[in-house]
């Protein structure tokens, strides 16, 4: 079983930065998969950025350039930093995390505004 326990959400006006974290409990994992999605009000959850154990990463078009996702392994905790927000970029951002060892698990979500 993995508990993930995501913080940093909030309000920010446009052109300014948030960082997400994401800790996920238990052993230190080995070959998995973390990522972030988002869910906008009314759409549905699509994937923002994924980073696997050995330290690639993808970015959706949207955020590359202004969102960088990492993660500090000896902790189990993956982060978000993001900048140049947008208010498309409001949203419930959502930490995942996948390994064929423990499965596929989502966080509770924390909220995101943009606006001025």
């Known amino acids: 079983q993995v508990q993930l326990v995501e913080s940093g959400g909030g309000l920010v006006q446009p052109g300014g930065s948030l960082r997400l974290s994401c800790e996920a409990s238990?052993?230190?994992?080995?070959?998995?998969?973390m990522g972030w999605y988002r869910q906008p009000p009314g759409k549905q959850r699509d994937v923002v950025a994924t980073?696997?154990?050995?330290?690639?990463?993808n970015y959706v078009d949207s955020v590359k350039g202004r969102f960088t996702i990492s993660t500090d392994n000896a902790k189990n905790t993956v982060y978000l930093q993001m900048n140049s927000l947008k208010p498309e970029d409001t949203a419930v951002y959502y930490c995942?995390?996948?390994?064929?060892?423990?499965?596929?698990?989502w966080g509770q979500g924390t909220q995101v505004t943009v606006s001025s």
């Open positions: 995942n995390f996948v390994s064929l060892t423990y499965g596929n698990y």
């Open positions: 238990g052993s230190r994992f080995s070959f998995f998969v």
């Open positions: 980073i696997t154990s050995g330290g690639r990463t």
